[in-house]
């Protein structure tokens, strides 16, 4: 079927703890699915199920079936007929995540399934509540014994802790139980395409780093925005808000990777130490130049209590105190239940000492990472004709066009690294420390002054939202 391309030649077990929830139907099933039918499962492999939910074997195949055949089409040909051959490598397991006599037997199951050789790579897709109790029991089972088998890595989900003293508390347990090296802590926008390429953008390329920097450059915004709301997470949603879900993870890693300096080497540890030094120089969040917002229906979802001051919408602007970004700002917004889905970063330069000609724009490079991945450089051009007239034009690089290979999803892509053991697109302990110093005390004073945000219109526009009175909205709206 299927050509192997570097396939990891160790027969592997693949525990997705936490199977019958979203994030395992959503992502892990799917990129698994992918993952075998490109060939980069090892030929001997088996997927099993955690969770407490009662299903057996043959009712968690009818639900990964659903999930590939109805909710993730496959593609036709040699992967629709793949879908057969994958089921008959999925497992169930039904157990309790505080009883390490269930993860006893699973490790039992699993030595009958993929011998007693196999690696073993334990997922933790669930709420982060249970992440201690479950490592704790995993250790008392035995399973992230080394000694015992080729390897055993384990894959932690976000959010890790709630704010600086949780999370390294969190980290210091969670160091007893496994050690660093075989802890893989997972951002999935580390895995994304067009944020894996900040690094060859930024530092492949001769004519960005003149000008990567305060002298030309005026302001930086990194905007994530989706058209949706909680969807059936709400529970989870309103504990954390959106500051804690997406901007303490996803947004700071965008913003470091477009704020560091040149790694020495390319290696795991010199890219997090540069990362680390930015978000280290990064001044905390605070309350006069941020605002939170939430959406008009929110309290109304099952789950979340009517009383609540959960914030889903945030917009702040964070300042880089190196000598190369002092003084430049850091636009950040994220929001549910926008207009449209897209996550994009856009760095403006700054304006030409003399306006030389009418009707040019300041020029901006736009990295769109979500949807359509693209580049967008936007440069004054002469309008053809008699007259010197110019106008803002786009230079663009569309992924779509440009590459002819689909891109690999962000969990397919860091499945395939925890299996050939390599950390490099996983975060580091300094590193989510030093993001966490980020928003902490701007939630711990949110958390204390228990001030319910303003509402805003279900699918509005991100940046109208909100706009500060000396602000304009962006280039091409309204
Ligand atoms: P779910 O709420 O769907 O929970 C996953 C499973 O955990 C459930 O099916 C349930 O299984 C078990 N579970 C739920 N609540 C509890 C509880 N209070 N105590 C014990 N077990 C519980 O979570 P998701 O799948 O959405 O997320 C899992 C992890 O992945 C989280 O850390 C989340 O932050 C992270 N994540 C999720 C994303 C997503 O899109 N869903 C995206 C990025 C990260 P059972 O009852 O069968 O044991
Ligand atoms: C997750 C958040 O980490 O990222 C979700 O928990 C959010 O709330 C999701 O929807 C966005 O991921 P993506 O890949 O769809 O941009």
């Known amino acids: 079927m299927i050509g192997a391309v570097n396939r990891p030649t160790t027969p592997t077990s693949i525990v997705i703890i936490g199977a ?9 099933i799917p990129a698994l699915f992918h993952l075998f039918c490109n060939g980069f499962l090892p030929e001997r492999f088996r997927v099993v199920g955690f969770a407490r939910t009662p299903l057996d074997d043959e009712s968690f195949r009818q639900e990964v079936a659903e999930t590939l055949t109805t909710r993730f089409q496959p593609e036709p040909g040699e992967c629709a007929l793949a879908v057969g051959h994958f089921l008959k490598r999925c497992h169930y397991h039904q157990g309790q995540y505080t009883r390490a006599d269930d993860f006893r037997t699973l490790g039992r ?36 014994d080394e000694e015992e088998r080729p390897w055993s890595r384990v894959v932690i989900e976000k959010p890790f802790g709630r704010d600086t003293a949780s999370s390294s508390e969190l980290t210091r347990a969670l160091g007893k139980i496994f050690s660093e090296n075989q802890t893989y802590r997972i951002d999935h926008y580390l895995g994304k395409e067009a944020i894996q390429n900040l690094l060859a953008l930024r530092f492949g390329n001769r004519i960005l780093e003149p000008l990567w920097n305060r002298e030309h450059i005026e302001s ?24 804690r879900d997406v901007v303490q993870n996803h947004l700071l890693q965008a913003l470091a990777l477009v704020a560091m300096e040149q790694p020495i080497r390319l290696t795991p540890g010199e890219i997090a130490r540069e990362k680390d030094r930015v978000l280290r120089a990064t001044r905390p969040m605070n309350a006069a130049s941020t605002l939170v917002g939430q959406y008009e229906g929110y309290r109304q979802e099952p789950g979340v209590p009517e009383d609540s001051i959960t914030e889903t919408f945030v917009r702040t602007t964070l300042h880089v105190d190196t000598p190369r970004w002092y003084g430049v700002p ?22 030409l000492p003399v306006a030389f000609f009418p009707g040019a724009a300041t020029n901006t490079l736009r990295i769109r990472i979500q949807p359509d991945e693209e580049i967008e450089l936007q440069l004054n051009n002469k309008v053809p004709g008699m007259n010197m007239t110019v106008t803002p034009v786009g230079l663009n690089m569309l992924y779509q066009q440009e590459f002819a290979t689909a891109l690999p999803e962000a969990y397919e892509r860091l499945l395939l690294d925890v299996l050939r053991g390599d950390r490099s697109l996983f975060i580091q302990q300094e590193e989510l420390a030093a993001a966490w110093e980020v928003v902490t005390p ?21 940046p109208h939202i909100f706009l500060r009175s000396d602000e304009t909205p962006y280039p091409g709206e309204e």
């Open 220 to 243: 930086v915004e990194i905007c994530f925005s989706e058209d949706i709301g909680t969807q059936g997470r709400a529970g989870y949603f309103d504990r954390f808000g959106i500051i």
């Open 109 to 144: 199951r699993i030595e009958g399934l993929a011998g007693p050789r196999s690696g073993l790579l334990l997922y933790m897709a669930i709420p982060p509540d249970v992440f201690l109790d479950t490592a704790r029991s995993i250790r008392a089972a035995g399973l992230a």
């Open 20 to 28: 019958s929830g979203d994030l395992a139907r959503k992502k892990l």
């Open 442 to 462: 701007y939630l711990q004073e949110r958390e204390r002054l228990l001030k319910r945000p303003p509402e805003y219109p279900y699918g509005c526009q991100a």
């Open 330 to 351: 850091f636009e950040i917004t994220a929001g549910k239940a926008l207009a449209e889905r897209k996550t994009e970063i856009l760095v403006r330069f700054r304006d």
